[in-house]
């Protein structure tokens, strides 16, 4: 499924890279023992290192190292045992060195690879070119005063991952399920909680057009792009806006630009004449990074069991199909609440219900399998109840019901309102009997071979037994009667 | 290498530093100089030579994850010249 562009001379095609920064997870900042928390009062969580006082050194967070590797590991790329830091020089408010300390040309990650599933089943490899560390910046706030903006520093120096990507994408769709597909990864292993709601996870999108089987064109780099569907949009609106200046003769500009939803266009963010220069060179205060092998090892030899293996095992494990494996480990938690509910019952009715009921329960409810108001065991416990006959799966769904409603157990719930199904075929008899009795006008249809009444009669049956039989008997009861 | 006059111009300006048209010329003479004493440099022969990034413990030394600063905010705020409230001010900067 190719996803052109139709313009006026022809389909143009869609080139997309995608720079994504995202936020380690660290207690403290890349290069000072301030804390990296969220939050906080203004520049509390700021050392005099990250405020760029004269002579402050930086000196390196272990942990921040091991989440670049771990997150490398993840991505299936190559771990540099050797790389450096280089100043990024640029003048903002809220970088007060003057200049951002980063990985230019030895980061610490190299090619890896990502691989994306489409809508229609089909899969996808989207390369990635190199991860590296770097400084985030402060935080300018413009709305607090007519004359001045305000400063606080207590993001600046906490530790970004950049992880660029292959110009490999191309259409919006894979751009959105690569970085579906990353913030899995990242929140898998840990190293970053992909909020893009608070920053924690950010996208540059790069863009261009190309003609079927040309090389590349000039691409625009769209900053700071802070949720999946902007990203999606952004592509969208930027590439129409290419074709037609290829289409009236024009050529594209290399420039940053901004994506604006309101509109759903791309400005221009800043002219040609002040493009960024930012004039790299190697950090002096800062000696080459140098990590062992074996250190190397020991942290893959920790790395939890990541989507694409914990989806193959669920296939192969539970016997559960691959569509519903990718829904079950979408989210950790939510695997681990599947694999609780599944461990010594039927692995595939334990899916339906986690997938199905539970799922539009929590739905319904605004809750989060966090704080989910039916655990992992009392599930189970209500699908033991199903598996040994004791309620049928009509009445099971309003057990469950109840359960929500109560956080009562399944076996009370079930013992206290009497909805044990009936097994007894003497009562299910009876109410056939009864049924056919109430309905002899049906019954000559029937017998006259209007064969699909029999679902009525199940139905009549049912009904008559307030839910409770057990429907293999009483289809069974019917069948000999009719 | 030689710097011309747009160059000198663009240096400045990157580095936000205001210069005069007629300081120019000095400028350009003095940064050219530097530059040819610095190229002196390539007349050394290093093929097959690693860089040399220091002396003596060649590598990062790495410190433990945990906060052992911060909560120092009017020392952070003590240099600013128009601090409001917890914060740096800065003349307005919208792009």
Redesign the interface.
């Known amino acids: 499924m190719t996803y052109l562009i139709e313009g006026r001379d022809g389909p143009w095609e869609l080139v997309v890279g995608l720079e994504v920064h995202a936020q380690v997870i ?3 900042k890349l290069f ?4 990296a928390s969220y939050g906080g ?9 990250d ?1 760029g006082f004269p002579g402050m050194l930086p ?7 091991a989440q670049a590797v771990r997150t490398g590991l993840g991505l299936k790329a190559r771990v540099n045992l050797e790389s ?1 830091f280089d100043r990024k ?1 640029y ?3 809220d970088l007060p060195t003057g200049y951002q300390i980063s990985q230019f040309t030895h980061p610490i990650i190299g090619e890896g690879a990502v691989e994306i599933e489409l809508a229609d089943g089909s899969t996808r490899m989207i390369g990635i070119t190199r991860l590296h560390l770097e400084q985030d910046a402060g935080k ?3 709305d ?10 207590n993001r600046a120096g906490v530790a970004l991952m950049e992880i660029v990507s292959e110009p490999d994408i191309r259409s919006p769709e894979e751009a959105g399920a690569y970085l579906r597909k990353l913030r899995m990864i990242l929140r898998y292993l840990g190293t970053c909680d992909g909020n893009m709601e608070e920053g924690s996870m950010r996208a540059d999108v790069n863009v261009s057009v190309r003609k079927a089987g040309e090389p590349f064109r000039t691409r625009c780099e769209i900053k700071n792009v802070n949720s999946i569907r902007y990203v999606m949009q952004a592509i969208e609106v930027e590439a129409v806006r290419q074709v037609e200046i290829w289409e009236n003769g024009g050529s594209v500009d290399q420039e940053t630009r901004l994506f604006d939803p309101a509109r759903s266009e791309t400005r221009s ?2 002219s040609k004449e002040d493009a960024h ?1 930012y ?1 790299y060179f ?1 950090d002096p205060d ?5 990590i062992e092998e074996a250190w190397v090892q020991d942290l893959a030899g920790k790395l939890p069991e990541l989507p694409d293996a914990k989806r193959q095992r669920f296939q192969d494990e539970y016997g559960i199909p691959r569509y519903d494996a990718g829904v079950l480990v979408a989210e950790q938690a939510t695997a681990d609440f599947y694999e609780t509910v599944a461990r010594g019952r039927d692995p595939r009715l334990a899916a339906n219900w986690v997938i199905g009921d539970f799922f539009a329960a929590l739905n319904r409810t605004g809750r989060t399998i966090q704080d989910s108001p039916i655990s992992a065991d009392a599930l189970g416990g209500m699908l033991d109840l199903i598996t040994d006959g004791t309620i049928n799966g009509k009445i099971a769904k309003d057990v469950f019901e109840e359960m929500l409603e109560t956080g009562e157990a399944a076996a009370e719930i079930v013992e206290r309102k009497g909805l044990r199904q009936v097994t007894d075929t003497g009562a299910i008899d009876a109410a056939v009997q009864a049924v056919l009795d109430k309905n002899p006008d049906k019954l000559a249809e029937y017998r006259s071979g209007k064969d699909k009444l029999f679902g009525f009669f199940v139905g009549q049956v049912m009904k008559a037994m307030a839910g409770k039989g057990n429907p293999a008997l009483v289809n069974e009861a019917l069948k000999k009667v009719l | 290498m030689s710097l011309d006059p747009a160059t000198v111009r663009r240096i400045a300006r990157l580095a936000r530093i205001g210069i005069d048209e007629s300081d120019l010329p000095a400028l350009q003479r003095e940064l050219n100089g530097i530059l040819g004493w610095i190229e002196q440099l390539n007349e050394v022969d290093i093929d097959g030579v690693e860089p040399m990034v220091g002396t003596g413990h060649a590598a990062l030394r790495m410190r433990e994850d945990v906060v052992t600063d911060g909560g120092v905010r009017d020392a952070v705020l003590s240099n600013a010249p128009d601090a409001a409230g917890p914060y740096y001010t800065v003349p307005k900067v919208v792009e």
């Open positions: 660290s207690q403290s000072s023992g301030a804390s009062e203004p520049n509390t969580h700021v050392s005099l290192v405020a000196v390196i967070n272990r942990e921040c190292v450096r020089n003048f903002y408010a300018s706030m413009h607090q005063d007519p004359a001045r903006s305000f400063i606080d520093l963010l800043r220069d004039r190697p800062l000696l080459p990074l140098v």
